[in-house]
């Protein structure tokens, strides 16, 4: 399961979606992730469903391998979507057991959170899928730079967002590489109560703190040798350079915008 984590990961590619302006994309994200709290009906996330799926086709990364690295994320969606369905009043209920309640208002509530985070897990794992860790942090530091003017520390926080970013894929590469290390041992994790499962989980996070600490204080070292230093004297091997491409990005997502504005309030 942990194999199959796709927050993090990229993967290389010479896409429409891959060759654009980091900047771009990392604005379209969370400009997305915005507008679909403007959906409201199925008539309303059908266009952002169509929309993100054309991003999908037009990123050339398998749509199969998006819905495996949505297993180990289910368990969190769906319990989100069972607390919106039975805690949710709703005037015509078909079931009411002491504080759990069931109507047709709260199934369709929890069906709307359902369709709400597939399309933000979606869109945002496309980000990392389609942009290096470099080009993120780059993409970061240029949204942020107005925030230099008040003193914040704008290039250290870009720093520390992609690194955390670059090292989700690899600290669960290396759980993997503990499990099977200690199942070889004869620890099983997959029997017995809950509280054994928990508690077999444990003898994992000295090894992990351990590596990751490794790994932290190798980069770091990697870093100083290489006289890293954050700031405006700073040069970079790639410039990022804005196209065509990334305002033809930046009108799509006007458009559908104006959509959803017309399908929801008719303006």
């Known amino acids: 399961m942990l194999n ?10 010479d896409s429409i979606i891959h060759n654009l302006d980091p900047r771009a994309k990392f604005i379209g994200t969370f400009y997305f992730i915005g507008i679909i709290f403007l959906a409201n009906s199925w008539y309303t996330y059908l266009p952002l ?5 054309f991003a999908l086709k037009l990123s050339e990364i398998k749509l199969s391998f998006f819905f495996k690295g ?3 994320l289910m368990w969190l969606i769906l319990f ?20 759990f309640s069931l109507s047709w208002q ?12 597939l399309l933000i897990v979606f869109f945002s794992t496309l980000l990392t899928l389609t942009t290096t860790p470099v080009e993120l942090s780059d993409a970061i530091e240029a949204v942020m730079k107005p925030l230099k003017y008040i003193k914040f520390p704008v290039t250290q926080v870009a720093l520390m967002l992609s690194i955390a970013l670059r090292f989700v894929p690899q600290l669960m590469d290396q759980t993997t590489k503990i499990m099977n290390a200690q199942r070889a041992r004869g620890v099983d994790f997959g029997t017995g109560s809950i509280m054994q499962r928990i508690k077999s989980f444990i003898p994992l996070l000295i090894p992990l703190f351990v590596s990751s600490f490794s790994i932290a204080y190798d ?22 350079i804005w196209e065509k491409n990334d305002t033809k990005m930046i009108v ?9 504005l017309y399908l929801r309030f008719g303006l």
């Open 4 to 13: 199959k984590l796709i927050v993090g990961r990229y993967i290389p590619g």
């Open 49 to 53: 469903f169509l929309f993100v799926f």
């Open 70 to 72: 949505l297993r180990p």
């Open 80 to 99: 989100t979507v069972l607390l919106q369905v039975f805690f949710t009043p709703g005037e015509k209920q078909l079931w009411q057991w002491w504080i």
């Open 106 to 117: 709260s199934i369709l509530n929890g069906t709307y959170i359902f369709m709400r985070f």
């Open 219 to 240: 980069l770091a070292i990697a870093m100083e040798s290489r006289g890293y230093q954050g700031g405006e004297n700073r040069t970079r091997y790639r410039e990022l």
């Open 252 to 260: 799509a997502f006007i458009a559908i915008t104006l959509l959803l």
